[in-house]
């Protein structure tokens, strides 16, 4: 069964301490690979969308990458206003999409 | 250029009674997709309509149902509300071929 698993549950870090976080996941023939930024109440913000191993994209202060078996967000330099629920999802070869449960981050000023 | 839109915002009804949210996706998709997302957890995948049938289903029972009309826009409906059914629905677009979805703010349901 196709299963997506984000960590940390929660990530607290000061305004400029860099870091990563993580979706592992498993498949059936991945048609992509997205992550979403949700505000509480909100609807999830589009940000990325990976197909293949090796793909990378940037997008101001966030970086994903994708391998065969996981997908890192990483945050580079974060601002309070980067605190948010981020969300990855996959979508397999029959259309199926499946969300991880999500990463809530506080950068503190 | 609107993107997704959902309403209403925010809804309470009671156990047993019957709910329809409505969706417009943004301009240029036409094909939709509803999730139920609970409180603390991700969106869990409703259904998906395109050409106004229902194209895939999530493990949701048939007290789910939905709907799609020829300008796109799309009703999500729950008929005998239980307690478990409180949560945020979200709708989401996409154009066919594409796989990236976009977002609506939610409908906050709550079931007392």
């Known amino acids: 069964e196709d299963q997506v698993t984000q960590s940390p549950e929660a990530l607290r870090l000061q305004e400029g301490e860099s870091s990563s976080l993580n979706c592992s996941y498993t498949v059936s023939g991945l048609r992509g690979l997205f992550w979403y930024r949700q505000d509480p109440g909100k609807g999830p913000e589009f940000l990325f969308t990976?197909?293949?191993a090796g793909e990378e994209k940037e997008k101001e202060r966030l970086k994903a990458t994708l391998t065969k078996k996981e997908s890192f967000l990483h945050i580079t330099a974060p601002k309070p206003e980067d605190s948010a629920t981020y969300l990855c999802a996959v979508q397999a070869r029959n259309n199926d999409m499946r969300f991880g449960a999500g990463t809530r981050l506080t950068v503190k000023p | 250029d609107a993107g997704v839109t959902q309403s209403p915002t925010h809804l309470i009804k009671t156990r047993g009674q019957q709910v329809t949210l409505r969706c417009s996706p943004k301009?240029?998709?036409?094909?939709v997709s509803w999730y139920q997302q609970a409180l603390g957890q991700g969106p869990q995948f409703i259904f998906q309509y395109y050409e106004e049938e229902e194209r895939q289903r999530g493990n949701f029972p048939d007290r789910f149902s939905g709907h799609q009309f020829p300008n796109y826009s799309s009703e999500l409906n729950v008929n005998a509300l239980l307690l478990g059914d409180s949560a945020l629905y979200l709708c989401a677009s996409r154009a066919v071929g594409v796989e990236t979805q976009y977002f609506g703010p939610g409908t906050r349901l709550l079931v007392l």
């Open positions: 990976l197909y293949s």
């Open positions: 301009s240029g998709h036409d094909t």
